[in-house]
């Protein structure tokens, strides 16, 4: 990893001055200095990052000196960090802060292991040769399928081929397909468009809909609100459909601030405008589409009238919309994520809107539904020829095996879910965790996960921070972070400010890792080694590992780290005329698949397989007089997930953002609406109780006035509270029971509940 000076340094003698800076004037405050925060010096040197902070991998520059580093900044054209050629790389607020954690003293730094009930400090050597240990002989007392590994945002694949080929076990949860869009993810791949959906081509887009989308603060200042202010500079209308006055929705022509959860029912209106007018791509949906008839009937009486009533906007505004966006295609597109993918009928609302691509004809033309194309990366384990036993096949998943789980329809389509993993361990059909960059105790219910983990025979974590989870490990290995490691972008390489090339993008370690910190690649080599697989995995070093995913790329490691990243190869539109649609037929399915698990889960579920409206209510919570309120947990520019908030910087400027910073909390912030609040007798900065059919929430939360969000919809940030490394504030999945998408395993965010002031009735 390091030079003969100690840093794994890449010399820079010229630093790339600031490009044409137009669109990065309009975002605001939102970006890293031109500047370093110090005046520069004749001996300081230049390295190179891949962000890992919300793991979107903008390129980051920082400034070393005397072997600290001491600033950090965007790298100039980066696909992810820039809007492409000629201007100007910057980092979000969280990407800023990476500087911070990279010397946090909060910071894990010596691997741990429980002994005699309590956990106490153990060198490397003593905790591998421990976990080994201890999971030889659960693979012995209750096989290696009763363990799962939970493995978020490794920087490479191989902790698939150490659990499932090596370890033998099938059972695996992801955050995609669990917790971050579900019903978007299985809607996407079983209609064709693959699971890549979220981006539009936005510097060719006419018009652009932010479909439950925070844009601009998701990636505040990054590659995608770039792209978005350079169509709306070019001309572009944007619309955006949100319960809450984002700073997206604040640069849109329209706010639509629809009714949650539903969607479902203002996609299917939009279809029946586009039909009734005769807007829609007769040749698409004639050629390369499949079940257009099933389409047809499902909008046919599905009118903007009607939908004006269930979402709470406009009929004329619905229909407006609706022909603006079909006779702006193919120049138009959906970008749609987490707003529709995190709620109990969010399959098929997701199916509506995709439906609207195959309509309209959008799909991989300019400006449009843009299919991107990763870079062609190997797996080492082929480059090397190495013949893995693959342990886990024959093997089913549990959801599959037992009949205990046959009241759980998605276990035909998704197989394990984030809820149901409680209710396995009670079972005893999972005993033991892998957890790595992961807090599950946030992602749904707390207490259920909770239990669960007290349950299970052996929890490894590998993470960076003390929390409920880590606390209640059986073995805590400190990871060092992405700055610390050599690190080669693999995960959804895709998207980017350069809509038609692909990209690849890659660092070096900025310096050692602070303490006894280490790589998860080499936590897990050791452990292979240590368990007697070492002949499958020769590689010394995760340099080594990415040097053979890129078998068929030009460029070696050392190479895309020189430059932090190169352009490959250009790749044109209609992709699909050459290969088809990656479904049975070919086409892009507007009626899911019959030969597929849908059609099980769907008649389990007593739904079509066509695109359908499921009123809100149906699977999850519904506000009733006991709980008029809908809670929603957000995230801010300030967190990435539950990961970065025991950073004090972003804690400041989260609380200043409030103009709370006065107060001494620094925990998250329940937005409320003034008319909610003041029928509550509620007043921005009084301490707040929230409670669900679940309970009360296990911390108070201080209340944020503001028009910003819709009556009745009352939001939180989450990563806050017990179970949490920030734990003041409120654990927003404290009052989570276990809601979901039945057909998806998506956990249902969207809880009916009540505020009222801390210990007041
Ligand atoms: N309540 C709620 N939960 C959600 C969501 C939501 O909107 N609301 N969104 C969901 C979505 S979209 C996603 S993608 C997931 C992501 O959620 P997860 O995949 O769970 O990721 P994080 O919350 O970032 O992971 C938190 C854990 O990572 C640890 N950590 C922080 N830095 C490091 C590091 O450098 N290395 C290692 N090894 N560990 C580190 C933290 O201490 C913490 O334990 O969250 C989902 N969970
Ligand atoms: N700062 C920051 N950036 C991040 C992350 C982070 O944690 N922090 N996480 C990263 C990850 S993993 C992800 S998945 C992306 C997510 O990226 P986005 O999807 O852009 O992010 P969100 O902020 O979750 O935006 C969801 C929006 O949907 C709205 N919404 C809620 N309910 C409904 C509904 O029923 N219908 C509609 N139409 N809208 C609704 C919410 O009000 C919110 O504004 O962000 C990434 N970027
Ligand atoms: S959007 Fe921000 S946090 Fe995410 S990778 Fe880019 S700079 Fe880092
Ligand atoms: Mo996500």
């Known amino acids: 990893m390091s030079d003969a000076d100690g840093f794994g340094l890449t010399r820079r003698n010229v630093l790339r001055t600031a490009g044409a800076a137009t669109v990065a004037a309009a975002l605001g405050g939102c970006l890293s200095s031109d500047s370093p925060a110090t005046d520069p010096t004749e001996n300081d040197e230049f390295a190179y990052g891949n962000c890992w902070m919300c793991h979107h991998a903008c390129g980051q520059q920082l400034t070393v000196r005397d072997g600290t580093a001491v600033d950090i900044t965007g790298v100039d054209e980066h696909p992810r960090g820039s809007a492409g050629p000629g201007t100007q790389g910057t980092l979000c607020p969280k990407g800023q802060a990476e500087l911070e954690k990279l010397y946090d003293p909060d910071r894990i730094t010596q691997p741990y292991i429980r002994e005699d009930g309590e956990l106490r400090e153990a060198e490397w050597d003593e905790a591998i040769a421990y976990t080994a240990e201890r999971l030889e002989a659960f693979a012995d007392d209750h096989g290696p399928e009763k363990l799962l590994d939970a493995t978020s945002w490794s920087t490479t694949n191989f902790h698939e081929h150490f659990w499932r080929d090596l370890y033998g076990t099938p059972e695996r949860i992801g955050r995609g397909r669990h917790v971050c869009f579900g019903g978007p993810h299985l809607s996407g791949n079983l209609m064709g468009l693959g699971a890549n959906m979220r981006f539009v081509d936005y510097q060719n887009s006419e018009y652009i809909i932010a479909w439950g989308r925070n844009i601009f603060e998701s990636f505040a200042g990054q590659w995608e609100p770039k792209g978005v202010l350079e169509a709306i500079e070019n001309g572009a209308t944007l619309v955006v459909i949100d319960p809450q006055h984002t700073p997206t929705a604040q640069k849109a022509d329209h706010w639509l601030p629809i009714e949650p959860r539903t969607d479902g029912a203002l996609a299917l209106a939009m279809g029946h405008v586009i039909i009734e007018e005769g807007l829609y791509d007769e040749a698409f949906v004639e050629e390369q589409t499949h079940g257009f008839e099933a389409y047809r009937e499902a909008v046919a009486e599905k009118t903007p009238e009607w939908a004006a009533e269930i979402t709470g906007l406009e009929a004329d505004l619905i229909r407006e919309i609706a022909i603006d966006f079909a006779e702006s295609a193919p120049a138009a597109g959906i970008a749609l994520w987490t707003g529709v993918g995190q709620y109990a009928e969010s399959q098929k609302a997701a199916q509506n809107v995709f439906a609207l691509n195959g309509l309209v004809g959008n799909i991989d033309r300019p400006g449009g539904f843009r299919m991107w194309q990763g870079p062609p990366f190997s797996d080492p384990f082929d480059v090397r020829d190495i013949d893995l036993p693959n342990n886990a096949e024959g093997t089913p998943p549990a959801l599959r095996r037992y009949e205990e789980y046959e009241e759980y329809p998605f276990r035909h389509t998704t197989g394990i879910g984030h809820t149901v993993v409680p209710e396995m361990v009670e079972n005893g059909h999972l005993m033991g965790l892998y957890c790595h960059y992961d807090n599950p105790l946030t992602d749904g219910s707390t207490e259920a996960w909770l239990e669960a983990i007290e349950t299970m025979d052996l929890v490894i974590t590998v993470d960076a921070y003390w929390n409920e989870l880590t606390r209640n490990a059986d073995v805590v290995f400190p990871e060092a972070i992405q700055l610390e490691k050599d690190t080669l972008i693999d995960y959804a390489p895709a998207w980017s400010a350069y809509h038609d090339r692909r990209w690849v993008s890659a660092s070096k370690a900025v310096h050692e890792p602070l303490g006894n910190a280490r790589p998860g690649f080499e936590i897990l080599t050791d452990l292979a080694e240590a368990m007697g697989w070492g002949e499958y995995v020769p590689w010394e070093s995760e340099a080594e590992y990415n040097e053979d995913m890129l078998a068929n790329i030009d460029y070696s490691f050392e190479e895309i780290a020189e430059e932090n990243f190169v352009l490959l190869e250009e790749f044109g539109y209609e992709q699909w005329e050459e290969n088809g649609f990656p479904t049975a037929t070919g086409q892009f399915q507007f009626d899911l698949d019959e030969e597929d698990g849908y059609a099980q889960t769907a008649e389990e579920l007593e739904i079509d397989t066509a695109p359908e409206w499921i009123p809100p209510g149906t699977w999850g919570d519904e506000p009733d007089e006991e ?70 929430a296990d911390e108070p939360v201080m209340a944020y006035v503001s028009e910003r969000t819709r009556p009745g919809f009352v939001t939180a940030e989450f990563g806050f509270g017990t179970g949490n490394s920030q734990e003041e504030g409120m654990n927003t999945m404290s009052v989570h029971d276990t809601q979901h998408d039945p057909v998806s395993s998506q956990v249902d965010r969207h809880l009916a509940a009540e505020v009222r002031t801390a210990g007041g009735e």
């Open 627 to 696: 709980y008029p309120l809908q809670f929603y947990d957000t995230r801010s520019v300030f967190f990435s997930f539950g990961a970065d908030q025991p950073l004090e910087q972003l804690q400041e400027q989260y609380a200043r953002k409030h103009g709370l910073e006065g107060e001494e909390y620094r925990g998250n912030y329940l937005v409320m609406n003034p008319r909610d609040a003041d029928e509550r007798g509620i007043e921005t900065g009084d301490m707040l109780t929230v409670e669900t059919q679940a309970g009360e």
